[in-house]
């Protein structure tokens, strides 16, 4: 070991962080949810977070910075949403590279009403970017995931803390440990 922090030894391009968003809790699609994206990568973590103000604004920080394309008050939104309310993040494994792709192409288009018939949105999504528009809010689609192994990176420090990357980010030989959502 050579004393640089674990997150920095870390192949970044195996792992993902899931993040189950509050209209998935409200319709209460949390397992199906997770059965699907456990399909494609190993779930290592799975916890609820009550989602704080500096964590949703980080973590969608190219909405504000394209927000002059959104016809919406990007933090109004965001906070009325999420700061405040339960999500579910999820940490991802993947047996090999790619994973962020492998489990992206599992949700779908950002948009439900456009997304392939097969992907998680398609398949439980009820919003549409044109209803949201009209309503002047952010789209609900039940769920994101890292875009690429940058973002994942990012992602695991927002939702879980750097300071865990020894703790869940070891890569065990074997795997028989089932993960359950924790109760409220």
């Given amino acids: 070991m050579t004393g640089a922090p674990a997150s920095t030894l870390v192949d970044w391009t195996r792992w993902t962080v899931v993040l189950l968003k509050p209209d998935c ?10 059965a699907r994206v456990a399909a494609a990568v190993d779930l ?3 916890e609820r977070v009550t989602v704080a103000d500096w964590q949703i604004f980080t973590h969608y920080w190219g909405l504000f910075v394209h927000r ?4 919406v008050d990007v933090a109004a939104c965001l906070r009325g949403r999420y700061v405040g309310h339960e999500v ?53 689609n ?21 300071d865990r990357a020894t703790e869940l ?4 030989t074997a795997s028989t440990d089932t993960l359950e959502v924790p109760a409220r």
């Fill in 25 to 34: 809790l409200e319709r209460g699609l949390t397992d199906t949810v997770l």
């Fill in 44 to 46: 290592v973590a799975i």
């Fill in 68 to 71: 002059h394309r959104l016809d």
């Fill in 88 to 140: 579910v993040v999820a940490l991802g494994r993947g047996r090999r590279g790619d994973t962020t792709g492998r489990v992206r192409s599992l949700l779908g288009h950002f948009d439900p009403s456009t997304a392939r018939p097969g992907t998680i949105r398609a398949d439980f999504g009820t919003d549409s970017l044109a209803v949201a528009r009209r309503e002047r809010r952010l789209i609900d």
């Fill in 142 to 162: 039940l769920i994101h995931s890292s875009d690429d192994p940058v973002a994942a990176w990012r992602d695991f420090h927002i939702w879980f803390g750097g």
């Fill in 169 to 172: 980010l070891a890569v065990p």
